[in-house]
């Protein structure tokens, strides 16, 4: 009994909660993060001509766990991804080139990033990622410039995006993003 409470505290304190989602619901999770990456890369390699790593943004797989995972968290919605990655790679860009310390752009790159993303209202945690390989993501990346906002990062972002909708919208506990499933509920309300 004391350390089966022992325990049920120690997993509270850590922050592990009870996961009620079904079985189906952690396929199509998986399902669909592994359809999202997949359209990123076939998108960058197909229409990007990239034969290289440095059109596609690592950050896409943390976003593809809110998309795909936790698909009405208010992080995982469409200005989040959008605004959050787009903002950020912009604001990383500008550190890596305006300071000359490597170590300190990355750092402020970051930080402006969270910042910039609190005040227009798209925070989405990739972004930071985002940011930070804008300025330490290498000679690849580092050559595109600002290019790098819209190739890869709004691209990528616009792909998976795309690849949530179609993912999640058939399934209404899932439907993506949370606004179009309150619209296809009050269609139906009409309806009746």
């Keep these: 009994m004391r350390l089966r409470r022992f325990v049920v505290r120690f ?12 079985h189906f619901e952690k ?15 076939l998108v960058s390699h197909d229409f990007l001509g990239a034969d290289d790593s440095s059109m596609i ?11 795909f995972a936790v698909p009405h968290g208010p992080l995982s919605q ?24 490597k170590y300190i752009a990355a750092a402020l790159a970051v930080g402006l990033s969270i910042g910039a993303m609190h ?5 989405h945690p990739p972004g930071g990622a985002t940011a930070l390989t804008a300025v330490i993501g290498g000679g690849a990346i580092q050559s595109l410039g600002y290019q790098f906002v819209v190739t890869p990062v709004l691209i990528n972002a616009c792909v998976i995006l795309i690849a949530a909708i179609g993912i999640n919208f058939p399934f209404p506990a899932r439907r993506y993003p949370l606004a179009l499933n309150r619209y296809v509920d009050r269609l139906k ?3 009746r």
């Design 57 to 67: 943004i690592a950050s896409m797989g943390a976003s593809s766990v809110l998309l």
């Design 27 to 41: 396929f199509m999770s998986t399902l669909g993060g592994f359809i999202g990456i997949t359209a990123v890369i």
């Design 119 to 123: 005040y227009l209202r798209c925070i």
């Design 189 to 191: 309300n009409l309806r």
């Design 78 to 101: 469409p200005w989040a991804v959008l605004g959050g990655h787009t903002l950020s790679a912009f604001i990383g860009v500008t550190c890596g080139v305006v300071v000359p310390d």
């Design 11 to 22: 997993f509270h304190l850590l922050g592990i909660q009870d996961n009620n989602s079904g």
